[in-house]
């Protein structure tokens, strides 16, 4: 018997390039909030490792950064509409989904945006669930409780992300990741936190390299078993 096997996406910065308009949201509403806006460096320091450490130079407390992700989340999902999928993905996501791989979203966005988004794109179907996790720079957390939620094994799963802290997480928890070096972290910064598979663009991300991917990890695990 053959084990369903699934891919878990990251959202924003993934499937879809968001992360402009994200900046501009936050730029318009920032004031309201006595915080100060950001410019050329926010992919920086959203694609860094500790973006916690910038939050005090910004004004941004905790509790400011409840109300802002909150309001962000709101406003992205009046844009909804105008946001697309990056280019190449939608065929990517057909061809896994063709050959028998079941597709999840795990996202900080929220679900309803989410949702919002794949029926607009005509792509709802393609996804066997959706899940908005509570952990803002937490990953690890989330993505364990989406797995016991949905029952599912940690070795039946592959991550795909374009952030630090996707490999940093999914190395923590001993899941495989696909790097994507088309969204907010840059592929250098990715490369050096070593993911299991780093990719340039959608076209790479073909059912043959993720099979690939799995056999490697199962590989893994078999013989950790046979050392411990």
Known sequence: MTTQKYIIFDFDGTLVDSVDLAVEIYNKIAPKYNCKPV???AREILSSKNPQKFFKTYGITPFKLFLLVYRIRRELGKHIPH?????????ALR????????????????????????????LRGLFSFVYSGRKLLGKDVSITALLKKEKIQK???????????DVLAMKKVDIPVIAVGWGLTPPEKLSS???????????NLHPEAVEKLFRRAWKSILENDLWN
């Open 95 to 122: 061809s896994l989904r063709n050959h028998g791989y079941k597709l999840g979203i795990l996202t900080s966005n929220s679900k309803s945006n989410v949702e919002d988004f794949l029926d607009h794109n005509h």
């Open 155 to 165: 070795k039946d799963v592959i991550y795909v992300g374009d952030e630090t802290r």
């Open 39 to 41: 410019q050329h460096e």
């Open 193 to 203: 936190l070593l993911p299991d598979l780093l990719l340039a663009s959608p076209e």
């Open 83 to 91: 946001i697309e999928p990056v280019k190449g993905m939608e065929k």
